[in-house]
């Protein structure tokens, strides 16, 4: 079946505590993005990649990073996590434009 | 800078009544549009998409849109609604490069028996 993979599904963590959440698509598609959605604010970007080893900052890229090693992962770390980047994450990917984006199950993730 | 704007936050339909959803976008070259359903707990389903041709798209779940460029609109449609259909709708465009997908901030939808 295609699809967006992350992991967890949730995480409550505290400040300052590393953590990665895992996204892997099955697709083979080139673009990957990471969303974060707060309630008010809607869905916003956090990182896109185009394909392996390009990556770039979307609208809300403070305190997270992102590595594109191989096609089909696309994790997400937040190095120092804090209270505000309390939310809900979408990973997502596609093959082109036209093509639409394919949307994970999404994490929840708290920090306390 | 592109943009999309659902001015709906929450719209009520009784089961069976019609829907319209409106979303206005905002952007410099020919669009392509989204909408997107998110269930509660779920992440994101494309509905249907907007690329060129036909300006009236069908989508899943029996669900249509039309694109206006006059009036810079995409309105998701359905005919007949469904206490199934509740749930949050979100329009969406992306730019010509593909990495920059730009979401309205969402019509969340009941629906009354």
């Known amino acids: 079946e295609a699809q967006v993979t992350q992991n967890p599904r949730y995480l409550i963590t505290v400040t300052g505590k590393k953590l990665t959440v895992t996204c892997s698509q099955n697709?083979?598609?080139?673009?990957m993005s990471w969303y974060r959605q707060d309630p008010g604010l809607g869905l916003r970007q956090i990182y896109y990649?185009?394909?392996?080893?390009?990556?770039d900052k979307g609208d809300v890229p403070e305190g997270y990073k992102v590595s594109r090693k191989e096609k089909r992962n696309f994790p997400l770390i937040l190095e120092s996590p804090s209270p505000n980047q309390t939310s809900l994450y979408f990973c997502?990917?596609?093959?082109?434009?036209?093509?639409?984006?394919?949307f994970g199950s999404g994490t929840r993730l708290t920090v306390v | 800078a592109q943009s999309v704007t659902q001015p709906d936050i929450h719209i009520t339909v009784s089961e069976g009544a019609s829907l319209e959803l409106r979303c206005n976008y905002s952007?410099?070259?020919?669009?392509?549009l989204f909408w997107y359903v998110q269930s509660p707990g779920q992440g994101l389903q494309l509905l249907l998409k907007?690329?060129?041709?036909?300006?009236l798209v069908q989508g899943i779940k029996g669900f249509e849109a039309e694109f206006k460029r006059s009036q810079s609109s995409f309105n998701l449609r359905k005919p007949s609604v469904h206490w199934s259909d509740a749930a949050e709708y979100f329009c969406?465009?992306?730019?010509?490069?593909?990495?920059?997908?730009?979401f309205g901030g969402g019509t969340r939808l009941m629906v009354k028996p």
């Open positions: 997502a990917s596609s093959s082109g434009t036209a093509y639409g984006y394919t």
């Open positions: 969406a465009v992306v730019n010509n490069a593909g990495n920059m997908l730009t």
């Open positions: 697709m083979n598609h080139e673009y």
């Open positions: 907007y690329f060129s041709g036909d300006t």
């Open positions: 990649s185009m394909n392996v080893e390009v990556t």
């Open positions: 952007y410099g070259a020919t669009p392509y």
